[in-house]
């Protein structure tokens, strides 16, 4: 797909999975991709290989859990390469397990980067994009649509992140909102959860998981609509996945 026009393009948890390969996919349709991530030399690798294909790409490290920080990125990156004209909340966490487990800290730690990270993004751009235009785009999942088992605090993170991305598309007038809510993917999300019991159900249920691409594609497909276009939401799942 070759997008309308070429964007500045800031993706945060950059560094794997999804937001790896989006970055790729935006560049090959000749975006400026902004990759951001607490893992500065997976990072670098990263860019590295989109500039040996001709994209153009720079690295950033970033806690999205810090206004401070999310906030001088944005700012070293516009004086750069001008305003961002699209964000991407990508960065995420997935530590599953039983309510009883009593995981408090797994549980801010989701908190802090699923809900508090996406706020800190949208802080960062708001201002600007209500300005001269804009477009957020905030990756969910498909537990912001049902709750599973072990996943009571995640689904409600995510649940959140739905919320605050059709609050905010309600809100404005300027920035085009758009919803990814991706059904299993092949990533490391998985590999932050702890308890045994949930890690082993974890892993049979992502024998069906859908390759990042396919989230990438999606992306790609929302941003290269014209501005006066929103797509509003998408579900992406395994066609095996039957639900």
Request: aromatic share 4%; glycine share 8%; proline share 3%.
């Amino acid at each position: 797909m070759t997008s309308i026009k070429s964007k500045v393009v800031l993706i945060t948890g950059a560094s794997s999975g999804i937001g790896e390969t989006t970055a790729e996919v935006l560049a090959k349709s000749g975006h400026i991709v902004l990759v951001a991530a607490r893992r500065t030399e997976r990072l670098n690798a990263l860019t590295q290989r989109i500039k040996q294909a001709g994209g153009t790409a720079k690295a950033y490290t970033l806690d999205v859990t810090s206004q401070d920080s999310f906030k001088a990125v944005v700012a070293e990156a516009s004086t750069e390469f001008g305003p961002v004209d699209v964000l991407i909340n990508n960065a995420g966490l997935m530590p599953l397990s039983p309510m009883a487990a009593l995981k408090a800290d797994e549980w801010n730690r989701m908190i802090d980067v699923n809900v508090k990270g996406v706020l800190n993004g949208i802080e960062s751009v708001l201002g600007v994009m209500e300005q001269r235009g804009g477009h957020i785009i905030n990756i969910a999942s498909i537990g912001a649509h049902r709750v599973f088992p072990t996943s009571a605090v995640y689904c409600g993170t995510k649940f959140a992140v739905r919320a605050i991305s059709e609050g905010l598309r309600m809100e404005t007038k300027k920035v085009r909102v758009t919803t990814i809510s991706p059904g299993v993917v092949e990533s490391e999300l998985a590999h932050t959860t702890t308890d045994s019991e949930t890690k082993a159900w974890l892993e049979d249920f992502r024998q069906q998981a859908l390759k990042p691409e396919a989230i990438a594609n999606a992306i790609d497909y929302a941003i290269a609509q014209p501005d006066d276009v929103n797509v509003d939401e998408m579900i992406i799942q395994p066609t095996q996945s039957g639900s």
